[in-house]
């Protein structure tokens, strides 16, 4: 059978009322889908009766200075990955049926969740994030939501926006994909070149060294962070944006590692962005 793909909120409403019986599992995603991706749908599919998966290039989660044109955008490809990965149903609303328009309610979350890591350089991102995820809830309604840890900060705002606004959902936070260099999957990952890609195997390469680092008994975060700096200096043409040891549900910087805390970076390779991860202590 045909993967049926919806457009519109109300179409998608009037599909799912006849499946509210079920346990519904969704995957937010703004498509160029990959191995991370498909990590989700195989959860949502496993955990839940239906799979539901969205793909929306989010404007207003892009900065004027962004990529969202060039942003990749390959729908049929996607529509082929869903329908192999068993996915029930696709929902690709346009700007217009998701409501984007100037004067628009938008979600604020707390102000010190967004200023740090990537809001830093990302202004308005979180909310622009917050406010298409609370929207894609409300209209799904969904019993799971699936989320990649890669996008930490993101996952954060997203558990924290899901208590705050009492949304009855279960934020399910899931692994980070990599390829056999230690590079995360990412939708970016297509604007880089073979060396770009193998330069960028460094930012894993560095976290591991703080995660052994701190496995051997280190806590301070001065030290564990020059330790990744060091690593990371191995390739020049990773142009550091930020390092940071910050605890992994406030998203604040902390000086000692003495609970299970988050190193998260960001950086350019070939002028493409890329973050990641790792868990260090606890
Ligand atoms: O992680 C993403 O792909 C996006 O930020 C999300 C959650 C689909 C919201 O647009």
Do not use: W
């Not at 149903?89 to 309610?105: N, W």
């Not at 939501?145 to 009492?166: S, T």
Request: glycine share 8%.
């Amino acid at each position: 059978m045909n993967l049926p793909i919806f457009t519109t909120p109300s179409e998608l409403g009037h599909y799912l009322q006849s499946h509210r019986s079920q346990a519904i599992g969704f995957v937010p995603t703004m498509g160029a889908l990959h191995l991370g991706h498909q990590s989700l749908i195989d959860r949502a599919r496993h955990e839940n009766t239906l799979a539901i998966v969205s793909i929306f290039v989010n404007p207003l989660q892009f900065g004027p200075n962004e990529d969202l044109d060039r942003y990749p955008r390959q729908l049929e490809i996607d529509r082929v990955i869903c329908e192999t990965a068993g996915v029930d149903a696709l929902f690709v609303p346009t700007p217009e049926s998701m409501g984007i328009k100037d004067a628009l309610t938008q979600v604020v979350p707390p102000p010190m969740m967004m200023s740090g890591l990537c809001g830093r350089t990302r202004a308005g991102h979180f909310q622009g994030v917050a406010t298409i995820v609370a929207k894609l809830l409300n209209i799904v309604q969904p019993d799971r939501a699936y989320f990649g840890e890669k996008d930490a900060q993101q996952l954060a705002i997203i558990r924290k926006i899901v208590i705050d606004l009492n949304i009855p959902v279960d934020i399910v936070g899931c692994p980070t994909l990599r390829a056999d260099s230690g590079l995360a999957h990412s939708s970016r990952n297509q604007y880089l070149s073979s060396t770009g890609r193998s330069q960028a195997a460094v930012i894993y390469r560095s976290l591991q060294k703080a995660q052994t680092l701190a496995k051997g008994g280190e806590i301070q975060s001065q030290s564990i962070l020059t330790a990744v700096k060091i690593e990371l200096a191995t390739v020049p043409e990773f142009q550091l944006e930020y390092l940071e040891l910050v605890d992994q549900h406030t998203l604040q910087s902390i000086e000692t590692v003495e609970k299970i805390a988050l190193i998260a970076i960001a950086g350019r390779i070939e002028n493409t962005r890329l973050i990641d991860n790792i868990i260090v202590g606890g």
